[in-house]
């Protein structure tokens, strides 16, 4: 008998690792580390945490004073690596020198298996060194790694989010089983949130689907909605725009950054203003614009209605919870790793009974 894989959540978040290892099945948290309060506060809203242990701050923690654990996992902060800021990294930004954090927990409690998550801007940072000195670090404390920058719209949210996973084994035999993962079939309409006309969640080539702020028009109808740029220059994409801590801000001024929601209208039966805008085919439809509501930006994520309302019951404000949807994990990309580890541990029986 197999027991359960016990992971540690490291710079948790509002927990994208946990839902996705525990949509799965096999994994058992047995605590977590975020410093924010107001993230903090969710994730204990949204996850039962009785007897697990807590720590605020990543530099604070003593591995000795950790439980055995079988698998940490870690989106330690990106801002320093990531093209939308300045790409300071570990030599002048305090946030890079946290994987140092990672590594000295590591190195003190070896677990089996290690899943770390970043921006895509880290394989090139310092032109490559940055990655360099992180894959070496590993190494040195036996690990064999495997990498892949996977999109989360491949696997059945309909977000574009590119982000860099590393997969590391401290078992001979392991490396190279996880990467590539098979994905969601992108041309396949695909209800991936269920509920009433105008509050499903839809993955399809050429039109993306979401949920609708009030009922009126042509859209609160079938519940189709597509995707807009909120920003200069605007552009219709069958996808969201990867959702990110700033996704309250409105209009942005940088390109291609923040999605809206088209709400097509019946022209004769809506009293709202309306524009035309046209899709890449030539196509024109009559539409409002909006901006997507928290809950939406959850849901690209992964996250189920239950979980948003359990945070928003705290007395959390949007523009919390919207942050917090922008610097998560994607569940779903993480529920097909952990698939994958899931079945090395059974067929390498690393994670053994204690029976």
């Known amino acids: 008998m197999v027991m359960a894989i016990r992971f540690f959540d490291m710079f948790a978040g509002i927990g994208g690792f946990r839902s996705g290892l525990e949509a799965v099945g096999g994994y058992e948290c047995i605590g977590h580390c975020e410093i924010d309060p107001r993230t903090n506060q969710a994730y204990n809203a949204m996850y039962d945490t009785k007897g697990e242990v807590y720590y605020a701050d990543a530099r604070e923690i003593d591995p000795t004073s950790m439980p055995d654990f079988d698998l940490l996992c870690a989106g330690f902060p990106c801002q320093s690596f990531s093209v939308a800021g300045r790409r300071l990294g570990f030599k002048d930004d305090a946030r890079g020198t946290l994987f140092f954090e990672v590594a000295r927990i590591v190195e003190q409690k070896q677990p089996p298996f290690l899943l770390l998550e970043n921006v895509p801007g880290l394989l090139s940072h310092d032109e490559g060194r940055t990655f360099n000195t992180i894959i070496s670090s590993l190494?040195?404390?036996?690990y064999d790694l495997e990498w892949c920058v996977l999109n989360s719209k491949d696997f059945g949210v309909p977000q574009q989010r590119?982000?860099?996973?590393v997969v590391g084994f401290h078992c001979d035999g392991c490396a190279g089983k996880?990467?590539?993962?098979t994905t969601y079939d992108s041309k396949t309409m695909q209800q991936l949130v269920p509920g009433s006309q105008g509050y499903r969640i839809y993955s399809a080539d050429g039109i993306a689907c979401t949920q609708c702020a009030d009922a009126g028009g042509l859209g609160a109808k079938t519940g189709l909605y597509l995707f807009v740029d909120m920003n200069p220059d605007p552009q219709l994409t069958d996808y969201a725009?990867?959702?990110?801590?700033?996704?309250?801000?409105?209009?942005?001024?940088?390109?291609?950054?923040?999605?809206?929601?088209?709400?097509l209208v019946d022209d004769s039966k809506n009293n709202k203003q309306v524009v035309a805008v046209?899709?890449?085919?030539?196509?024109?439809?009559?539409?409002?614009?909006?901006?997507?509501?928290?809950?939406e930006c959850w849901r690209l994520q992964g996250f189920t209605d239950e979980q948003f309302y359990k945070a928003q019951s705290t007395g959390?404000?949007?523009n919390y919870l919207y942050k917090m949807a922008g610097n998560?994990?994607?569940?779903?990309?993480?529920?097909?790793?952990?698939?994958?580890l899931k079945m090395i541990n059974i067929e390498k029986g690393i994670v053994r009974s204690e029976e």
């Open 278 to 295: 046209k899709d890449k085919s030539g196509n024109v439809y009559l539409a409002t614009i909006r901006r997507l509501m928290p809950i």
């Open 162 to 165: 590119k982000r860099l996973f």
């Open 328 to 340: 998560a994990v994607t569940v779903n990309v993480i529920s097909e790793i952990g698939k994958k």
């Open 178 to 181: 996880i990467f590539p993962l």
């Open 139 to 142: 190494v040195e404390l036996g």
């Open 241 to 263: 725009r990867c959702i990110t801590a700033r996704q309250d801000a409105g209009i942005s001024h940088r390109k291609g950054e923040h999605s809206g929601v088209i709400e």
């Open 316 to 318: 959390l404000k949007d």
